[in-house]
């Protein structure tokens, strides 16, 4: 009993349904062996893409959510294969009884985990098919968000720290804070915008803020 105890997260036992969702998320990911280190660095710039005042996608909390545990799972399908590794993933979500979660709910994690890559999502595809309007409408937004949030650590190296984002009537830009060199980032964001710009009918740009170096030490002299 003390064996099975200790291989569970705290969170499995908590009465908060959020920590138990994020808990079983965890679990999953851990499961397929996902890079954790990139997981998360995906899921930081959801807070300013998905913005609370709702100016640009009209997105609410559980999307939001959503949108968090997509990123932390949109890799796990290379604990099958690294090709076609989001319909791997679409897969393991779908079938990995999640706690927490409702049916409904898993059917809408695992098609926006099933469209973090290229292409727009069709109703070709049978899991996107089966959604109504209004959950189609929330993954393409949600798709073209997560996207740009996987460019963002296209380098898999945590390079940018910080994304500070304006909105205008024809125009979104990012502005990527970052330690260090974030072409790659760069390239990856400019790479992935297609979909948010269709979705948001908006053109992207993305520059690089780097940190300033500190001022040199009289013993670096």
Do not use: N
Not at 147 to 176: F, K, N, S
Not at 190 to 201: A, M, N, S, T
């Amino acid at each position: 009993m003390l064996d099975a105890v200790s291989a569970h997260d705290p969170d499995d036992w908590s009465d908060d349904p959020h920590a138990l969702r994020r808990a079983a998320v965890a679990g999953l990911a851990r499961r397929c062996g996902s890079d954790a280190a990139h997981s998360q660095q995906v899921a930081r710039p959801r807070p300013q893409l998905v913005r609370p005042d709702r100016t640009l996608h009209e997105l609410g909390d559980d999307d939001r959510e959503m949108l968090e545990y997509a990123a932390l799972l949109h890799d796990i399908g290379q604990h099958v294969s690294r090709k076609g590794h989001h319909r791997h993933a679409a897969y393991l979500v779908e079938y990995a009884q999640l706690r927490g979660f409702s049916p409904d709910e898993i059917e809408f994690l695992a098609t926006l985990v099933r469209h973090h890559r290229r292409g727009e999502p069709k109703t070709s595809e049978p899991r996107f098919a089966a959604l109504d309007k209004d959950r189609r409408d929330r993954v393409r937004k949600l798709a073209a968000v997560l996207r740009l949030a996987d460019g963002l650590d296209r380098g898999r190296r945590g390079t940018v720290e910080q994304v500070d984002v304006q909105i205008g009537t024809d125009l979104v830009v990012l502005r990527l804070h970052a330690r260090e060199d974030a072409e790659l980032e760069l390239w990856g964001v400019r790479r992935r915008r297609e979909l948010f710009e269709k979705i948001f009918q908006r053109e992207l740009e993305a520059t690089i803020v780097r940190r300033a170096s500190p001022m040199p030490s009289f013993s670096d002299i």
